[in-house]
């Protein structure tokens, strides 16, 4: 274990940029950190004592850092944590969240987080409260705070960042693209433009992290309104191209209603984008699902069910780490989905409805 003052580069190097729900932008050291974000603008005197407070956790034991320890424990990703080890001292890795344009209505996501779902619920009730989810000066703010050209590595996210004007104009403001990987997390329904092809081509490397979560109408539910044919023909022609700096991984979002079908997912991802165009493996991982969605939450009935057709070491048994009856969250949740939508979980995911419904029983 290192010591703890160093025990996460991301710590003293990281950036998480991140819109707050009042429409501020706000940063802390990554994604999965759960302490305080500071919000800018703020003086740099301010910054810096917030980078010295940072500096001085020990990741290993902070509430604030729970997240990297769980999924190391269970051995389901790559943790941020280990994902900066090797990242070069005063060098910087950047997250963006700042664009939350995405043409996505994910189950597992809400409207501070989709400009989709954030008008899906504005057409629902229009005197709901929403999150704002953008403001013209993001990047000014983040440029501001940055040093650029110590910047080595920088992942975009969403909203959907293939549909981001933002993420365009960035990249192409970076002097030295050959020291800086890219990593893109797309629901895979945007095709790349031939621009953006080209300045990829540019870039020490660039990751599309495709998040798959099921197959076929299972996918078409859990990712609304995506449609599996587009995305897949999208996955295919990328993987197809033979970009040599470009490389591809597949997340898959773990939660109660995919978990059951985990085998199918599974069988159709060796099948046809377990390796790329020249003969590389292309790697796979789960995340667990947060909110009314988590794995962690399921009841006696679903989790017994897993376990006669999952072996106990599995990955998928392994995101279920406790359950209970007494929550009717997950059955709730997908009914107002259902009733927005005019939807059918239940004939979706048929296998596994007397097991969620025990839940309100």
């Known amino acids: ?45 301010v910054q810096l004592n917030y980078r010295n407070k940072l500096s001085k956790i020990d990741s290993y034991s902070a509430p604030s850092c729970a997240q990297c320890n769980f999924l190391e424990s269970k051995d389901l990703k790559i943790s941020m944590r280990q ?6 001292n005063n060098l910087l890795h950047v997250e963006l969240q700042i ?47 940055l040093d650029l050209d110590k910047v080595v590595s920088i992942n975009f996210v969403g909203g959907e960042p293939l549909m981001s004007k933002m993420y365009l104009q960035l990249i192409q403001l970076i002097k030295n693209p050959g020291m800086v990987q890219l990593r893109y997390t797309t629901n895979g329904s945007i095709r790349p433009s031939a621009q953006l092809l080209e300045i990829w081509k540019k870039f020490k490397s660039v990751v599309i992290n495709f998040s798959i979560d099921g197959i076929g109408d299972q996918f078409e539910y859990i990712r609304f309104p995506l449609k599996w044919d587009i995305v897949t023909a999208n996955m295919f022609l990328l993987r197809d191209s033979e970009i040599p700096n470009i490389t591809y991984k597949i997340n898959h979002v773990v939660t109660p209603v995919n978990q059951f079908y985990f085998d199918e997912f599974n069988e159709w991802r060796i099948r046809n984008f377990s390796i790329d165009a020249i003969g590389n493996d292309i790697p796979f991982s789960f ?6 969605l988590s794995p962690t939450i399921i009841s006696q009935a679903l989790h017994t069910l897993l376990l006669t057709k999952y072996a106990k070491d599995s990955p998928i048994i392994r995101t279920v780490i406790s359950f209970r009856n007494t929550d009717s969250a997950i059955v709730d949740h997908l009914d107002s989905i259902d009733r927005k939508r005019n939807l059918d979980w239940r004939a979706v995911f048929p296998d596994i409805v007397d097991a969620l419904e025990q839940i309100k029983s």
Do not use: W
Request: with cysteine; aromatic share 6%.
């Open 83 to 88: 994902a900066a080890h090797l990242l070069p």
């Open 287 to 292: 995340t667990p699902a947060a909110g009314p």
């Open 99 to 145: 664009d939350k344009t995405c043409n996505g209505g994910c189950i597992i996501c809400s409207p501070q987080y989709s400009s989709f779902l954030r008008n899906e619920a504005l057409q629902h009730d229009p005197l709901s409260i929403v999150p704002v989810i953008s403001t013209q000066d993001n990047l000014k703010l983040v440029l501001e705070t």
């Open 1 to 45: 274990m290192p010591p703890s003052t160093q025990s996460c580069k991301l710590l003293t190097n990281g950036y998480k940029f991140d819109i707050s729900r009042n429409g501020d932008l706000e940063y802390g050291p990554c994604c999965q950190y759960t302490g305080d974000f500071i919000q800018l603008p703020e003086p740099k005197e």
